[in-house]
């Protein structure tokens, strides 16, 4: 078993191995969309100039996640009668849930997080933009939320805001939307787990919340930040003690 309320540079799928089964409490993560967006970026100007004959679909690319052990290996670490929250887009959301049901989790909801802006239109006009994100929200087993109140399925949060500072990650979460995640679905004193960490807002939520936590994350240079703002968080709980 790894160090609680630790972030790990490693890659998810080799980190599994060193957590034991039934070892967490909860999971809330946000894998890659698997959209490669620099790449999306170009496609997206050769397209616009008649150079590219792609469709509009060919934009979709980046690293594929191997959903199927992914499903497994969580059903695996997490204890029983507890929950999971996944982030995706749309179309990870039709692989996803199928996946993670064969793997014995109870789909449970949808829930969006309601953006106060759309993004860019990378199809210029041959979709609506965005303006939301998708939580699958999964359970193994049955455990009732916590909260009486705050259990609605949309949350509506502007993208940029004072909590968030400044952007750290592509794709980075507020953190009040993960907090109220991390009150639902458990008590002081459990452990969240995140293998795509990015930001490393989920585990400061965790951290702030009294619960503890173990990360992953692959890339070098975020880790780097998490570590950062972990040793912040616990820089600046000590001086309020004060």
């Given amino acids: 078993?790894?160090?609680?309320?630790?972030?790990?540079?490693?890659?998810?799928?080799?980190?599994?191995?060193?957590?034991?089964?039934?070892?967490?409490d909860l999971i809330i993560t946000d894998p890659p969309y698997e959209v490669n967006y620099m790449a999306k970026q170009?496609?997206?100007r050769e397209f616009d100039h008649g150079t590219l004959k792609h469709n509009v679909e060919s934009v979709d690319c980046g690293q594929c996640i191997d959903f199927g052990e992914l499903a497994n290996q969580f059903f695996r670490i997490l204890k029983n009668n507890s929950h999971c929250y996944i982030w995706c887009s749309e179309k990870q959301m039709i692989k996803i849930v199928p996946l993670f049901e064969a793997a014995g989790f109870r789909f449970m909801q949808q829930l969006i997080w309601v953006k106060n802006r759309g993004t860019l239109d990378a199809t210029f006009g041959g979709k609506y933009c965005y303006c939301h994100e998708i939580i699958l929200f999964f359970s193994k087993g049955w455990k009732k939320l916590n909260m009486r109140n705050g259990r609605k399925t949309v949350f509506i949060h502007n993208i940029?805001?004072?909590?968030?500072?400044?952007?750290?990650?592509?794709?980075?979460?507020?953190?009040?939307?993960?907090?109220?995640?991390?009150?639902?679905?458990s008590i002081k004193g459990d452990v969240v787990f995140d293998p795509f960490s990015g930001s490393g807002n989920h585990l400061i939520a965790a951290k702030r919340l009294g619960r503890k936590f173990i990360g992953f994350?692959?890339?070098?240079?975020?880790?780097d930040v998490i570590v950062a703002r972990l040793l912040?968080?616990?820089?600046?709980?000590?001086?309020?003690?004060?």
């Fill in 1 to 24: 078993m790894m160090d609680l309320d630790n972030i790990y540079c490693i890659d998810c799928f080799k980190g599994f191995k060193a957590l034991n089964e039934g070892s967490v």
């Fill in 42 to 44: 170009q496609q997206m």
């Fill in 160 to 185: 940029y805001g004072s909590e968030q500072g400044s952007y750290i990650h592509p794709t980075q979460k507020p953190i009040s939307i993960l907090s109220k995640l991390v009150i639902n679905s």
């Fill in 217 to 223: 994350e692959l890339s070098k240079q975020y880790y």
């Fill in 232 to 242: 912040l968080e616990e820089q600046q709980r000590h001086l309020s003690c004060f």
